[in-house]
């Protein structure tokens, strides 16, 4: 086994990427390997426990405007160097299914912006992995029945498993790059949502909330 340690570090809106990484942890800890899963959510600062070159170092999260989280983003772009350890990469995304075909999701930027970051980091990218979990944009397809959802979770536990066992033998896997061409498409929309998102509407919510604010101050 090439590594003795296994630290995930996630953040999930409907538990899915919880879930994608529980299913890793669950594999390392058959394996023997210690292993942490924490949750950075309302992180303030980021403690990174000792580490040695034989710690594999995961992320995992979901998509969110063909993009990270923009907590995910502010996490990963802070984190420290940390030259010569290994590093994957696991974003959840929306798929459905048709039938007996699976359907699965785009990427966007979430898989390619922070592999580049951690690169620069000085990180060796090891895995990157997209997980076709249930989507949950109802606003543009109805909700998926229970045997539907089953099923994709079913698929992706195998999925998700099949990928631990590579990367925690030392192997890699880069399933990210399949859809790459597809996820290209769409990375002026990633990149338009985060801006938008983060500029424009931010200052239209707030001026009523300072209004709100200002009426009931005494």
């Not at 109802?138 to 029945?145: A, Y």
């Amino acid at each position: 086994m090439k590594y003795n340690q296994l630290i995930i570090y996630y953040f999930s809106g409907t538990g899915n990427a919880r879930n994608a990484a529980s299913w890793i942890i669950n594999v390392a800890k058959e394996k023997g390997l210690k292993t942490q899963l924490i949750n950075i959510d309302r992180f303030e600062s980021i403690e990174i426990p000792e580490l040695t070159e034989k710690t594999l170092i995961g992320f995992c999260f979901p998509t969110h405007g063909f993009n990270m989280p923009p907590l995910v983003i502010k996490f990963i772009r802070n984190f420290p160097k940390l030259k010569n350890n290994d590093v994957f990469i696991l974003n959840t995304r929306g798929g459905l299914k048709l039938s007996k075909l699976f359907i699965p999701g785009l990427s966007g930027l979430a898989q390619f912006l922070p592999a580049l970051i951690l690169r620069l980091k000085g990180f060796r990218i090891v895995g990157m992995q997209p997980l076709d979990l249930p989507s949950n944009w109802l606003i543009l397809h109805p909700g998926l029945r229970k045997k539907v959802v089953d099923s994709i979770y079913q698929r992706c536990e195998a999925i998700v498993e099949k990928f631990a066992l590579r990367i925690l033998n030392g192997g890699k896997n880069y399933k990210a790059f399949l859809s790459l061409p597809f996820d290209i498409a769409v990375f002026p929309i990633a990149f338009g949502y985060y801006f938008f998102g983060r500029f424009f509407l931010a200052k239209t919510l707030l001026q009523p909330m300072h209004a709100i604010i200002a009426m009931y101050a005494f």
